[in-house]
Structures are given as structure tokens and as C-alpha cells.
Nanobody, 122 residues
């Protein structure tokens, strides 16, 4: 079994910062990618950033480019999302996502965290 556990959400004022964490645990052979999505009320879940663990390349959505940064601790199977200059429109539930292989011969599977609420007041 594989779990993704997020932490670090909360209520902040516009202009402030937050750091989210996502730790993957369980029966993991390898992790191909990790990333963050968010979903505001009444909208679809949208991708924010993806990180390819082999090599470390990243891709950011235009809406967060320059304000958000993803980093990783491979030894802990953990990624972080540093969110700076937060805006009220960043208010959403933030989800961690990972493509994980549970054994050498297994296909990669998509895993999601439970989500963490980020609320930015004006």
C-alpha cells in the first residue's frame, strides 16, 4: 500500500508565505514524478507544478510561476511546495500527486494525497 500525506496548509493573509509538504510512504520501488494540484470550490482540479525525480526537471503553471517553488528530499520521499506572495485567488485545496512504481515489473500508478486547505485572506 502507498500513501501520500500532505501537511502545512492554513490561513494566511495576502502577501504571506506557506510551505506544504508531501511525504510518500509504503511499498515503493521508485517514484517517477511528484507534483502539486489545487482545486477551488466549483472548479476543476488544476496542475500547478510537476517534478521529474530523475534529473529534477520541473514544470510550473503560469499562474504560480515565480511565486511557487517545488523542492524534494529523495531520501525521505518528500516534496515541498514553497508558496510566496500568496493571493486570495490561491485559496483552494492543494493535493499532492505522484507516479509510483511498487516493484521493478509493475506499471506506474497515480496516487493522490488527501488534500490540505490553503486560505488566503485579503
Amino acid at each position: 500500500q502507498v500513501q501520500l500525506v500532505e501537511s502545512g496548509g492554513g490561513l494566511v493573509q495576502a502577501g504571506e508565505s506557506l510551505r506544504l509538504s508531501c511525504a510518500a510512504s509504503g511499498s515503493i520501488f521508485s517514484i517517477d514524478t511528484m507534483g502539486w494540484y489545487r482545486q477551488a470550490p466549483g472548479t476543476q482540479r488544476r496542475a500547478l507544478v510537476a517534478l521529474i525525480t530523475s534529473g529534477g526537471s520541473t514544470t510550473y503553471a503560469d499562474s504560480v510561476k515565480g511565486r511557487f517553488a517545488i523542492s524534494r528530499d529523495n531520501a525521505k520521499n518528500t516534496v515541498y511546495l514553497q508558496m510566496n506572495s500568496l493571493k486570495p485567488e490561491d485559496t483552494a485545496v492543494y493535493y499532492c500527486n505522484a507516479l509510483i512504481r511498487r516493484s521493478l515489473l509493475a506499471a506506474t500508478r497515480d496516487y493522490w494525497g488527501q488534500g490540505t486547505q490553503v486560505t488566503v485572506s485579503s
